[in-house]
């Protein structure tokens, strides 16, 4: 785990891949498109199994699918099971030019390279073998990589964890490295939980409408995960995990678990190992369910710096009004541009309601961000000063930093790109990363980045069931800790999405 739980390898990466004024002048990067990779992996020689095509529509509203917590008897069968992976991680859209296509998906992902891929691992469901299986969004198909029930493998992994242990199915999250830092090289590693996040946020939600459900493991042995899919850990390796339903006890016995030889598409010509990306994430890696219970002994709650501003309450919309989360996911897409135009104290207060619920996970039973606070640069919302503002969870209400017009500086913290100004607001995570690190070790770097993602995808959903507009963008790191300090000093920013009215798209087919 990289030493006695201090986070050394993981603050070390972090800090070397902080971006700069100077940092993104000073590269020689380009981008080798004749060495682009694949979209998709691609199994050689496995006949797909595709899912149901025509998928139920839930009929329950986004915002309410979005704030619900994971409870529920519903069912995981075969269509349920399709709109999961579907309304996560599948295709949705495509775009036709005279170079190609370009495949849109479920869920937002840092340069439309989804390196993320969703494994199966479940015990016979209805209409399904049990079995280990890759979902291809490529052809919204499950190929079989395992027959039989290896859930036992994953609860054993997880330390026999309850939510594995009586789990019906679990959907491993796990990155191709390269498929990512083709383009943003060693910085890809914090990509794998911002991207692997806003997927998770689409899962759960999609889960709730199905009343299935969906809790997340950030602890489980990497390497025998990792065995059971037939990852490397160098090249692809597990991220997270998660846990559907339950009800189900998995066998006991554990079952024999071979090598897997399986051929896969090249993704390239040619494909680079960053050794930034090895070495946290072998430093993050837990060994043993020794140390899988050793590293959930829980974080303690952090606090905030004492209020000095005006203190403004938030009015969050009811859950029930709006589209459904199908037809929220259908439209979402990354906002290209915004317009100069104020979005309503309303919605401000319903989307930061709906990106702090928290998440039901290992990491620590509290509801809420827990690894992270909401700073919020606010260009244009009626009813409130612009200005910068803290996130005040325990009165639900948000704090006045600094009153003014801060739209240049927008545009300069997100790295001098004029989304960061056209926006209504844009939200940043920042986490009080050294102390995470303390507590949890090198993995709770995984940890805090996961939940800035997740939250961040809710951003997302939360904008388009108001009928705004979002996109993620990344930041000068320390740029943005000055500008928020001294509330900031002692925190690290790990996600930033801007939302505003978005101008119009250009027609998908």
Not at 328 to 351: K, M
Not at 450 to 460: D, K, L, N, T
């Amino acid at each position: 785990m990289g030493g006695p739980i201090k986070g050394e390898a993981a603050w070390r990466y972090h800090k070397a891949t902080k971006h700069s004024f100077w940092s993104v002048r000073l590269t020689s990067h380009t981008l080798d498109w004749e060495n682009q990779p694949i979209p998709f992996k691609l199994y050689r020689g496995l006949d797909p199994i595709p899912l149901p095509q025509q998928i139920p529509t839930s009929g329950v509203h986004a915002l309410k699918a979005i704030a619900t917590g994971p409870s529920g008897d519903g069912t995981l069968d075969l269509f349920t099971l399709a709109g999961l992976l579907h309304f996560s991680a599948g295709i949705t859209k495509r775009l036709r030019y005279p170079g190609g296509t370009v495949y849109f998906r479920a869920a937002a992902c840092t340069g439309a390279l989804y390196h993320i891929d969703l494994y199966l691992v479940c015990g016979p469901l209805p209409d399904l073998e049990a079995g280990v299986y890759h979902y291809g969004p490529h052809d919204h198909s499950l190929r079989c990589l395992r027959r039989g029930d290896f859930r036992p493998v994953v609860a054993k992994a997880t330390g026999w964890h309850p939510w594995t242990s009586q789990a019906p199915a679990i959907v491993v999250f796990a990155s191709t490295f390269w498929r990512n830092a083709w383009k943003y090289r060693a910085r890809t590693y914090r990509h794998c939980f911002w991207d692997s996040g806003t997927i998770l946020a689409n899962m759960m939600a999609m889960a709730n409408s199905y009343a299935i459900p969906c809790r997340l493991l950030m602890g489980f042995v990497d390497d025998e995960i990792n065995h059971l899919l037939g990852l490397d850990g160098r090249r692809e390796a597990a991220l997270a995990l998660a846990v559907l339903g339950e009800g189900s006890p998995c066998p006991q016995e554990l079952p024999t678990v071979p090598t897997l030889n399986v051929e896969t598409a090249p993704l390239s010509k040619r494909e680079l190992l960053y050794p930034e990306i090895v070495g946290v994430h072998e430093a993050s890696s837990l060994h043993s369910a020794e140390e899988v219970a050793l590293w959930r002994r829980g974080f303690p709650a952090s606090s905030l710096p004492p209020v000095r501003g005006t203190l403004f309450p938030l009015h969050p919309l009811p859950l029930e009004q709006g589209p459904t989360i199908e037809e929220v996911i259908l439209r979402r897409g990354s906002a290209r541009r915004f317009l100069h135009r104020p979005i309503t104290l309303d919605q401000l207060s319903t989307i930061i309601d709906r990106a702090a619920a928290g998440i039901t996970w290992d990491v620590t039973p509290r509801q809420g961000l827990c690894l992270n606070a909401l700073f919020l640069l606010v260009h244009a919302v009626e009813g409130l000063p612009a200005g910068a503002y803290l996130f005040r969870p325990e009165t639900r209400e948000l704090e006045l930093l600094r009153e003014g017009g801060f739209r240049k500086e927008g545009e300069f913290l997100a790295l001098e790109q004029a989304l960061g100004a056209d926006a209504s607001v844009d939200f940043f995570f920042l986490s009080p990363l050294q102390t995470v690190l303390h507590h949890l070790g090198d993995r709770g770097y995984r940890a805090a980045q996961m939940e800035a993602g997740i939250a961040g995808g809710r951003v997302y959903l939360s904008a388009y069931a108001l009928g705004i507009g979002a996109t993620g963008l990344t930041f000068y790191d320390d740029e943005v800790i000055r500008f928020f300090s001294p509330q900031a000093a002692q925190l690290e920013p790990m996600f930033l999405v801007a939302t505003g009215v978005p101008a119009p798209r250009p027609r998908t087919l």
